[in-house]
């Protein structure tokens, strides 16, 4: 098998065969990575006879998008559709407002139908003898946080929702804590409170808890749901207390970690024997159980789906611990479409039901938690997270298995924080899939994120241009990059953005294409500038000097708090820790005097331990940066030494487990608090 031919191949269907390490040198990948590759995107290339075939396929101008009768374009530009055309002709156009006009063609490229361009965004169909098509047109950047205030500056904060403490949540963080944290940094001047994923993740699974591993991105996580803003308090009372959790509730509750293997049952057992006293009319307020029950006969073939898995596959593993991957099923089970799969949906109506009853019960907490925010004064009110990719053996891949990528696992090149790479073992939508459909399930995953918040973030956004592809089983050293189509998924955010009016950020760390950040600012997404990590070779970046488009952070989740990061709590003792502890001693000498550059401290820089001064100095620095967005993790507002997660590490450290101390609307009362807050902006009225 040639291997030139293989490469040529590759190259067509936008899989790199070399890429660049950390160290500049140029790496090749290996053909047996192409052909994992390329198979996986429907380009069969394990032989000569495959491999010509698929080129053949490639050189004849293979369009998977050519079926779907959708395109993208931008406000302003001419629309040109994949059918013949010529000028003059009268073509009829539905808005997506219900408008109607008549438009004339115009002379276009190669004879292609040519429209003139629109002049307002939104999905308009175009009725042509063809067939109708879709042009999903583009406002010409997203939304900003200048849009929304009036050109102003503003901040937010940002927490993981399992960390913050409400009555009666039973050890797991909720929206009740959203709300009342939403509230607080309100009062306190915030625009915006930026959240961990509410990504649904495996009820059947306790120990699977991690926001940026989850099952579906298109559906919530119940565990996050708060009863006591959607049904009556004298119901959950009593449920509480006829179910005799209330002891245990309190006791997970008090604990500084969650116990995610006891909490999760507990809250599970709460949330069922609420669905069953919801549908008894003599217990619950009718309004509750009539919205309820409209969502149940309206779910849409989405939800049903996602329910059925659930049921499906904690039944399952009920009966097999191995089959944890619906691949690994009986092959009738396998095919979400089958007749046993709808004959189990119907013997267990009421387990699916009950599924239903939880994305109801979520997404209406989300809501009143959006609602809360915006009610206080927030100009965005919540940030959403959304994770780069979903599980591969879970309900997303399971219902849609012709949108994702078999046998592929996200993952990023070795960089100098990581010399081995990263392999997350996450899938994700094939760019052939994606074309095919029209980007139905690009365009599903924005509107379930955004559907109940002001703003959106990308987790590992580059991932729209270019991902790092591995193939099953391989090393990270063995994937290789993958273009995606950018310019469609950034018009379609930001089509969703205007839609929503909702502010989007990128999140653009580690190593970037060149030039891409500056695409980015284009687009209007906010790209993520880290204190830590803006640095030269001559130091720290002054404040001055950053864009103002950016969004400003003294930290991030995957990073030590900035007290802990001072106080060397992110050392681990044993071999290497009195190198790496003369290390930090240096790179402290090296941040306090960025500090006294900036004109923020004086004096000798301040021992390990006493790391008040430093978080102070930290936020001021951001906070004299231009940038429009501030986001504060609530870890330093709070002046902690709390890591939320450890990458590369699973059990090793207690990731996604840190609770804060103190009730969720209480964190911010502290004067120290109050004080740094005040350096991002001023209370609103009637804030102590």
Known sequence: MSDDILRQLAAKAGVASHWTDQTGADRAVSPDSLRAILRALGLPADGDSALRNSLSLMESGFN??????????????????????????????????GGHRIVTSEDGYDGALTLPAFDEPGYHMVRTSQGDYTVATAPERCITLADLNGGAPGFGLAAQIYSLRTADDGGIGNFAGVSALGRAAAARGADALAISPVHALYGAEAGHFSPYSPSTRLFYNPLHADPAAILPEGLLRDVIDRAGLGEEMAKLSGLPQVDWLAATPLRQKLLRALFDALRQPGFAAEPARMDFERTLAEASPLLKSHAIFEVLHATRLRQDRNAWSWRNWDAPYRDPNSPEVAAFAAEHQDEVAHQIFLQWLTGRSYGEAQRAC???????????????????????????????????SIGAPPDYYSAEGQSWGLTTFSPHGLAASGFAPFIDTLRASLRYVGGIRIDHVMGMSRLWLVPEGASALDGAYVTFPSETLFRLVALESWRHKAIVIGEDLGTLPDGFREYLRDQGVAGLRVLR?????????????????????????????????????????????????????????????????????????????????????????????????????????????????????????????????????????????????????????GAA
């Open 64 to 97: 998977p998008a050519a079926s779907s009768r959708f395109t993208t374009a931008r406000v302003g530009q001419k629309v040109g559709l994949p059918i013949a055309g010529q000028g003059g002709q009268a073509v009829e156009i539905t808005l997506e407002g």
């Open 374 to 408: 915006r009610d206080a004064g927030m100009k965005v009110g919540l940030i959403a997270d959304l994770a780069i990719g979903m599980d591969g053996s879970g309900s997303h891949a399971w219902s849609r298995q012709h949108e994702v990528l078999g046998g592929l």
């Open 533 to 685: 990590f803006e640095k030269s070779d001559d130091g720290y970046i002054p404040p001055e000097q950053w864009h103002a488009d950016a969004a400003a952070l003294t930290t991030t989740h995957d990073l030590i708090a900035t007290a802990g990061w001072w106080a060397g709590a992110d050392i681990d003792a044993g071999e290497g820790e009195t190198e790496a502890q003369d290390l930090r001693a240096w790179d402290r000498g090296i941040l306090w005097g960025a500090f006294q550059d900036a004109g923020l401290v004086e004096g000798e820089r301040p021992a390990p331990q006493d790391t008040g001064p430093v978080v102070d100095a930290a936020i001021r620095f951001i906070a004299r940066t231009p940038c429009t967005l501030k986001l504060l993790p609530i870890e330093d507002a709070l002046g902690v030494q709390t890591q939320p997660n450890v990458p590369g590490t699973t059990t090793e450290k207690p990731n996604w487990r840190h609770r804060l101390d103190g009730d969720a609307d209480a964190l911010l009362d502290d004067a120290a608090v109050r004080s740094r807050l005040s350096h991002l902006g001023q209370a609103r009225d």
